[in-house]
């Protein structure tokens, strides 16, 4: 059975014949969108490239489905660049529409319009869409278009890519060839759902999205079971022999990534099923996979004794195969293949059954979007990825999830605080991973530094992250070194200086690497030093807590600094400070100067020992946080003498 996060899985369409030009009011073109009416489309080489591309290769014309789309009422009614400064790309429109055929199959058609700039992330010009079959999905657009003359620039082609066991990736390649391009996409696809209507859908993602309909059309005496994070009730319309359920939302700022804040992302999931019975059948659908035989690779590794070491070595041996790359998490192919790639998902139900077989008791366990109650909508996508708890020697439990990056019997970073379900018999077993303590979850950023008569501060930085903050930042542990970097750099102002060394600590990493900074005011004699800081976009968003938020885990967060100046330097004030505490939670900020040896130091911490806010405790939280963004604006008057 195959689990598809409709969201994790962007699809697009095939090439169309030009859009027919749209007339427009220049009159009622926003501020700031005369530039891009007027632009004239810039030609260049990779899209010369391109359009001669579309003309080799055979292509089945159709009509033109953007022109269905009235892109002329978005161009005047959505926002445009400058409202989203810094960012690469905007959704203008997202439609999806669901319905029931005769068949019994979920019918899903997708439309996507994106003004997007050159340097947009990957995400959204490579799609990548898994098919078991042909028919279940039709490409009917994909396709750039000039946002401001609404022509077609190039029609793009969708290939094929056949992997093991019967999966087709449809992959959809969108060139970065111009300054501003329209990506437009739309899709159909035909989904087995057992005569039943269920889906999964962010709502926020890493760029803006101004507008988003929602429709689930069911036939009359179906009910529709629904939640959502973010939206309102939907609107219900009836039309002879169909009930219409639709959800209308805009303006949906960019999601910055997981936080500490549970369910912080916008999302919606509905169902014409619910409750856990629902999910029961879809486990026990899912678990019933047909997997290949033991290979003799893996049985060879297997002692007669079921030793811990022979476990280990079997997972190793797990861990170090290739995984399916580019498909959604819990994607589950009705048969899986003998031979590698698969995703994680199928990993562990792979290992399920040969350890079972090898001797080893176990147990699937499965993530999801949010706790099961009775009235949680069944869907099968609200299924996350499944964790493999396996019986040792001693008769302990111990999970294990591929690419964990923690040794064997620690807690996978992703999995503090988690609610994990288990098929047992015909019931619904729950579990919750223990939250740990502050400390278990301690992120500590120190800088030692020296400022120079310049105003440059150069010197050594320490980030120590452990346990949910690996999860929030890197989705586990990080094992790439130009991640980590990448990491850092877009999170300091300043430059690296060399290679980070990473050290592995028990459910984390300590990473220490040079700096330089210049972040100084000359003005004379005088010099205006804002403090080093690390800059974490998680941290806005958790400033969103209001009495309903829970935290995944207890945390602590530090960023200290101690910066040594010449003796030609005098340093004037020392910045203000408001320590505060109150029940579970504690905001620590002071700054001191050591005059004999003309050293500043700076400290601010936040510690929460809570896993749920009140009125009360979220209020102050806000305000530790804000004072951690505002830490960067806290600045060092010098003077030289």
């Known amino acids: ?369 949010s706790e099961i109650r009775e009235t949680t909508p069944g869907s099968r996508a609200f299924l996350s990825e499944p964790v493999l708890e396996i019986e040792t020697r001693t008769g302990t439990g111990v999970y294990y999830s591929p690419g964990q990056g923690v040794p064997f019997g620690e807690i996978p970073p992703r999995l503090w605080g988690r609610t994990l379900y288990a098929l047992q018999g015909d019931t619904l077993e729950k579990i919750t991973i223990p939250r740990g303590k502050a400390s278990d979850h301690r992120l500590a950023i120190r800088w030692d530094l020296q400022l120079g008569q310049n105003g440059v501060m150069s010197g050594d930085m320490e980030a120590v992250i452990l346990n949910g903050w690996n999860d929030i930042f890197f989705s586990g542990l990080p094992t790439d070194e130009e991640l980590v970097r990448e990491f850092l750099e877009n999170r300091i102002e300043g430059d690296l200086q060399g290679t980070p060394q990473i050290e592995s600590l028990k459910g984390g990493i300590r990473v220490r690497v040079k700096v330089a900074m210049n972040s100084t005011i000359m003005n004379g004699n005088n010099l205006l030093v804002r403090v080093p800081y690390f800059f974490i976009p998680q941290i806005p968003e958790m400033s969103k807590v209001n009495s309903l938020s829970s935290l995944r885990f207890p945390f602590a967060a530090e960023q200290s600094f101690e910066i040594s100046f010449p003796e030609q330097m005098e340093l004037l004030a020392l910045p203000n400070t408001m320590p505060r505490e109150t029940e579970g939670l504690s905001l620590q900020e002071n700054f001191a100067l050591n005059k004999r040896k003309n050293i500043v130091k700076g400290m601010i911490k936040i510690v929460s020992t809570i896993d749920r806010v009140d009125e009360s405790t979220g209020s102050f939280l806000i305000d530790s946080l804000r004072k951690w963004v505002i830490w960067a604006d806290k600045s060092l008057a010098f003077i030289i003498k």
């Open 1 to 369: 059975m195959i689990l598809v996060p409709v969201e994790a899985v962007k699809n697009t369409s095939t090439a169309v014949e030009e859009m027919p030009e749209i007339p427009y009011d220049n009159e009622s073109v926003p501020e700031g969108r005369e530039k891009i009416m007027t632009r004239k489309m810039k030609m260049s080489f990779p899209l010369v490239l391109v359009m001669l591309s579309v003309l080799i290769f055979p292509i089945m014309v159709t009509s033109s489905v953007a022109s269905e789309i009235n892109i002329a009422r978005l161009t005047q009614e959505a926002p445009y660049f400058d409202s989203y400064p810094g960012t690469k790309g905007l959704v203008w429109l997202r439609e999806v529409d669901y319905s029931l055929l005769s068949d019994g199959r979920m019918e899903r058609i997708s439309k996507w319009v994106i003004l997007a700039r050159r340097g947009i992330s990957d995400n959204w010009l490579k799609w990548d869409i898994p098919i078991q079959n042909v028919e279940e999905l039709e490409v009917m657009e994909a396709a750039l278009y000039d946002p401001g003359s609404y022509s077609l620039i190039a029609p793009i082609i969708p290939e094929s890519r056949a992997i093991q066991g019967g999966l087709v990736i449809r992959e959809i390649r969108f060139p970065d060839i111009q300054d501003e391009f329209l990506i437009v996409l739309v899709m159909k696809e035909k989904v087995s759902r057992d005569c039943r209507l269920d889906d999964f859908l962010w709502l926020g993602f890493d760029i803006p999205v101004w507008e988003q309909k929602i429709s689930v059309n069911l036939p009359a005496g179906m009910d529709l079971s629904y939640s959502s994070s973010q939206l309102s009730e939907p609107l219900i319309m009836d039309k002879g022999a169909t009930r219409k359920y639709e959800w209308h939302v805009f303006d949906v700022p960019s999601w910055s990534g997981d936080s500490l804040v549970e369910n912080n992302r916008p999302s919606l999931v509905f169902s014409t099923r619910k409750g856990e019975i629902a999910f029961i059948r879809d486990l026990a659908m899912v678990q019933k996979c047909s997997l290949p035989p033991v290979p003799r690779s893996i049985s060879s590794l297997a002692g007669s004794g079921r030793s811990e070491s022979d476990l280990e070595r079997i997972l190793e041996k797990m861990e170090n195969m290739p995984i399916l790359r580019g498909i959604p998490n819990g994607y589950i192919r009705p048969s899986i293949p003998l031979e590698a790639p698969w995703t994680d998902a199928e990993k562990i139900l792979l290992l399920s059954g040969w350890l079972e077989e090898l001797g080893w008791a176990n147990r699937i366990f499965w993530t999801t979007m």
